[in-house]
C-alpha cells in the first residue's frame, strides 16, 4: 500500500487548483496528475515517534486481542448465546475491521515520519473506514430496540426479538453501508486530482481527500450528507427515544433494586453510545472552521483507535456472564 519517494523527501505541494486551468494545454496535463497521496501524520511529535509507536503497537495488539476474545466467548459459551451478544460480537468484527484499517498505515507514518499511499489506496482506506463506521451506527441502533424491547414490553421479547430478526438486522445494517459508502467512493473516484497531493492527518478521511480535488464536489457533499443523515442521525435519533422509553420504564419500577437490575442490562449499551457518537459528532458535526487540526486529529484519534479498545472492557468488565464464561475458557486451557 505504501511507496516510498524515491529521493526519501516528503513530497512537496503540487500547483494549486488555480493554475490547472490557466490554458486548456496546461489543464489537460495536469488532468488526475496526482497518483499518491502523502500523509503528514503528527509532525508535531515527530521527536516521541519511537514512544508513539509503541504506545499505539500495543493498542493494536489489544484491541484485536481483547475484541477477538469476546468473539470466542460468545461463541463457546451457551450463556451468551442471546441477541444481546450476538450484536456484541459484531460491534468487535467492525471494531477490527476498522482498527486494522487505519492502525497499521499510522504506524508506518509514525515510523517514517510520514507516508505515501497511492491514491487508489487512499480512496479504499476511506471506503473500510467509512463502512465500519456506518455500520456500527446502525448495529447500535439496533441494541438500543432490543433494550427497548427487553425492558419495556419483556413479555414478548422473545417473540419480537427472535434469531432470524437478528441475522436480518445485522445483513441489512451491512447491506446498506456498504452500498452507500461505495457510491460514494465511485463518486469520489470519478473526481479529478491535481494536486496538491499532501494531507495532513494520519489516515484518508473524507474531508482532507476531497480538499485535494479540481473538480466540483458539490454533488458528493450532498449526497454524503445525505446518506450521514440516514446511516448516522437517523439511528442516533432512534436511540435517544429508545432510552427516553427505557429510562421512563425503569423510573417507573418501585423497588431500587429493581431499578439497579434493569439499568444495569443496557449501562454498556449507552456508555459505548454515548462514547461513539459523541466522538463521531464532534468531528464531523462541529465547522471544521472553529476547530483546531490537532483537536480534530486527537478526536479521531479517540474514535477511530482508543473507542475500539475500550468496547469489549465496557462490555465485560461489569458483566457476570461474561466473567463466568473467561474462567471456564481459561480452566479449559490450564
Not at 9 to 30: E, L, Y
Not at 219 to 238: D, E, K, N, S, Y
Request: aromatic letters at 12%; a positive charge; one cysteine or more.
Amino acid at each position: 500500500m505504501y511507496q516510498e519517494n524515491s529521493r526519501g523527501n516528503k513530497p512537496s505541494q503540487n500547483r494549486s487548483k488555480q493554475d490547472t486551468g490557466t490554458t486548456g494545454f496546461v489543464h489537460i496535463m495536469h488532468k488526475n496528475n496526482v497518483s499518491h497521496i502523502f500523509l503528514l501524520g503528527f509532525p508535531v511529535l515527530h521527536s516521541f515517534n519511537s514512544v508513539l509507536f509503541l504506545f499505539l503497537l500495543i493498542i493494536y495488539c489489544v484491541t484485536i486481542c481483547s475484541n477477538f476474545i469476546i468473539m470466542t466467548l460468545v461463541s463457546m459459551s451457551k450463556n451468551l448465546h442471546s441477541p444481546m451478544y450476538f450484536f456484541i460480537t459484531q460491534v468487535s468484527l467492525l471494531d477490527i475491521l476498522m482498527t486494522t484499517d487505519i492502525l497499521p498505515n499510522l504506524l508506518h507514518i509514525i515510523l517514517h515520519d510520514g507516508g505515501t499511499m497511492s491514491l487508489t489506496a487512499c480512496i479504499t482506506q476511506f471506503y473500510v473506514f467509512a463502512y465500519s463506521e456506518t455500520s456500527e451506527c446502525l448495529i447500535l441502533m439496533v441494541m438500543s430496540y432490543d433494550r427497548y424491547v427487553a425492558i419495556c414490553n419483556p413479555l414478548r421479547y422473545n417473540s419480537i426479538i427472535t434469531r432470524t430478526f437478528c441475522v436480518k438486522s445485522v445483513i441489512g445494517s451491512s447491506f446498506l453501508s456498504s452500498l452507500m459508502m461505495l457510491m460514494d467512493t465511485i463518486a469520489t473516484y470519478t473526481l479529478e486530482f491535481c494536486g496538491p497531493n499532501v494531507i495532513d492527518h494520519f489516515f484518508c478521511d473524507f474531508n482532507p481527500i476531497l480538499g485535494l480535488s479540481c473538480s466540483d464536489t458539490s454533488f458528493i457533499q450532498i449526497q454524503t450528507a445525505l446518506f450521514g443523515t440516514i446511516v448516522v442521525i437517523c439511528p442516533f435519533t432512534m436511540i435517544i427515544v429508545s432510552y427516553v422509553h427505557i429510562i421512563t420504564t425503569i423510573l417507573s419500577i418501585r423497588s431500587i433494586s429493581g431499578r439497579q437490575k434493569a439499568f444495569s442490562t443496557c449501562s454498556s449499551h449507552l456508555a459505548v453510545v454515548s462514547i461513539f457518537f459523541g466522538t463521531l459528532f464532534s468531528v464531523y458535526m462541529v465547522p471544521a472552521k472553529g476547530q483546531l487540526l490537532a483537536t480534530n486529529k486527537v478526536l479521531s484519534l479517540l474514535y477511530t483507535v482508543v473507542t475500539p479498545l475500550f468496547n469489549p472492557f465496557i462490555y465485560s468488565l461489569k458483566n457476570k456472564d461474561f466473567k463466568e464464561a473467561f474462567k471456564k475458557l481459561k480452566s479449559n486451557f490450564n
